[in-house]
Structure formats: C-alpha cells, structure tokens
C-alpha cells in the first residue's frame, strides 16, 4: 500500500443554482434518470456511447476478469481523486492505484475553483441526464473535467465519446446555470507512467453529439415499433 499526501488546498465555489439529486433506473443495459418535472432521460454515457455498446459488452463477456478489475480500478481512483479535490484526506492505495493517482495528480493540482462534483445534471433540450466528474476552473478556464484510467494511452481520435460526453455536460450546465463552460478536459492516467491531458472546445463536439442522439433515438423508436408488432 501507498500513502498519498494531500499538498493542495482546492477552493470551492458553491453553483449558481442547488442542484437537486436524481433517481436512477436501470433498463435494457440502459441508465434513466428521473428528473423533477418527472421526465425520464437516457444517461449521457448511455447515448455517446451507443455505437460502440456492443463490442464492449462483447470484451466483457470474452475478457470478465479484466473487466472487473478495470472497473474496480476506475471505481477506485474517481473516489481518491474526488476526496483529494474535496480536501480531504485521500488515506491509503494500492500500489496500482495510488501510481494511477500520482500520475494524475500534478494534472489536478491545475484545477481550482471547483463548483461541483459528482453532481447530476439534465437538459430538456438534449433529453439527456447524467453525473458530472467535476465542474471547475482548469488553468483559469471554466471547464468540464473528467477523470479516467486507463492500461495503454488513449488517441484523441478513438475517444471522441469522451468529448460527447463532456459536451453534453457544459450544455447542461449552461442550461441549468446559466454559466457558459470554456472548455472540456479528459485526464487519463495511464498504467504505462503516461498522464494525458486532453482540452477541447465543446462547441466543436455539438454536431457528433447531435449525431449521438439522433442514433440512439432512432434506435428506440425502432425497438419500440417491433416490440408493437410482436405484441400485436
């Protein structure tokens, strides 16, 4: 085990607005949340990862210890990383986890000014919801964070969803706030030493997210209509 040293203090801004907790609901391999106007939205990582659903649920199936262990993995360096933004203490890691933490951490120590964590966001324009990793200042820039680990480097080309994904949450924000968003931010902290950081302009992920949408949507209305026929 390794003990990782908290050496920054993160100041904290509370949002603009309370933002309320939702339910979630799990159908068809599929997250909803319930809104407060009672709206049911698919989850963000839901829809921007739509097309590519099949062949990770094919890897998990061929691969369930990896599987396991890199969700255990995730699971584990999102809550170090959440307490460590929290000022709180982050305690102790095992040693892949607390080296995934190091790698990342000169990366989060960039991120300051923190309006929230961990914290659900919705839009009715986009019919999505979901949980936000973080919602701060990254260099200066109001930004979307998100944390991620990963076995080998990621190519910005490979993981466009990532950036869907984040998109979605500055529109949200936006929306719900009223706070336009500047930037996205991927952090991948890699099992090789690498540590990646990725910024991006969402206003250039708008039209694959769009794209996103219209895809999944298509594709319920399809399953919706032949579930209407078998019925029948």
Known sequence: YNFIVMNKTFNHIPPPKNIQELS???????????????????????????????????????????ARRTSERGNILHEALERYVNNEPVGELEKNEAMLFANMKRNVDRIDNVRAQEVALWSDTLRLAGRVDCVAEFDG?????????????????????????????AIM??????????????????EDGASQVFVKDPKDYVPEL??????????MMRKAEQSELFND
């Open 210 to 219: 769009r794209r996103s949408i219209l895809i999944y949507e298509a594709a």
């Open 24 to 66: 979630t609901v799990n159908e068809d391999n599929a997250r909803y949340y319930q809104t407060p106007n009672n709206r049911k939205y698919p989850s963000v990582t839901t829809v921007c990862g739509f097309e590519k659903a099949h062949f990770f649920a094919q890897w998990r199936k061929d691969n369930p210890e990896e």
């Open 141 to 169: 820039k109001l930004s979307i964070i998100d944390f991620k680990g990963s076995t080998k480097r990621k190519s910005p080309s490979k993981i466009s969803n990532y950036f869907c994904q984040a998109t979605a949450y």
């Open 173 to 190: 924000w936006h929306e719900m706030m009223g706070e336009a968003i500047e930037q996205v931010v991927i952090l991948i902290s890699c």
